[in-house]
Structures are given as C-alpha cells and as structure tokens.
C-alpha cells in the first residue's frame, strides 16, 4: 500500500517562496511516477506538475509553468515542489499523489498542507 505525507505548506507573502515536501513510503519509490495537485476553496483539485521515477519533469500546469518546479530525491523517498513568486492565486491545499491512470491513484488522498498568501 503506497501512502504519501504532504508538509512544508505556511503563510508566505505575495513574491515569496515555499518549499512543499511529499514522502512516499511503500512499494518501490523509482516505480512511481508523482505528481502535485492543488484545491482551493469552492474550486476542483488542480494537476500542477508531475516527475517521473528517474527524476525527469513530465508536465507542468501552464497557471504555474516558470514559477513551480517539481523535484525527488530517490535517496529520501520525496518529491518536492519549490513554489516562487507566489500570489494569492496560489492559496489552496496542496497534494500529493502517484497516478496509477489518468483518473486512478496508488494511495489514497493525503491531509494535504496549506498554502496561504498574505498582500
């Protein structure tokens, strides 16, 4: 059973900078490919980028193309998301997860960790 854990999430400025951590624990970590997503409030879980098990970027959403980039280390079972310049679009509830499919995933949906934007 794949099982991942989201932390890093805060209260950062509008133009600040977080770093987002998922660990992922069971199986074999460079099996699975690992992708961020994002919901705020009122709004449907977003797809923002994935990475491959070699550490090769997949796709990344166009709202956050030039300000996120999403890392793993395979030592340390962890896929990161380095988020910059961030505005107050970029407040939600930030996930990790590994796709099994298109619509399907190895674990089920973590807690999450919030990301909050202050002007």
């Known amino acids: 059973q794949v099982h991942v854990v989201e932390s890093g999430g805060g209260l950062v400025q509008v133009g600040g900078s977080l770093r987002l951590s998922c660990v992922v624990s069971?199986?074999?970590?460079?099996?699975?490919?690992v992708a961020w997503f994002r919901q705020a409030p009122g709004k449907e879980r977003e797809f923002l980028a994935g990475?491959?098990?070699?550490?090769?970027?997949?796709a990344t959403a166009d709202s956050v193309k030039g300000r996120f980039t999403i890392s793993r280390d395979n030592a340390k079972n962890t896929v990161y998301l380095q988020m910059d310049s961030l505005g107050p679009e970029d407040a939600a509830v930030y996930y990790c997860?590994?796709?099994?499919?298109?619509?399907?995933?190895?674990?089920?949906w973590g807690q999450g960790t919030q990301v909050t934007v202050s002007s």
């Open positions: 997860n590994a796709p099994r499919g298109p619509t399907s995933f190895f674990s089920d």
């Open positions: 069971g199986g074999t970590f460079t099996d699975y490919v």
């Open positions: 990475i491959n098990g070699s550490g090769g970027s997949l």
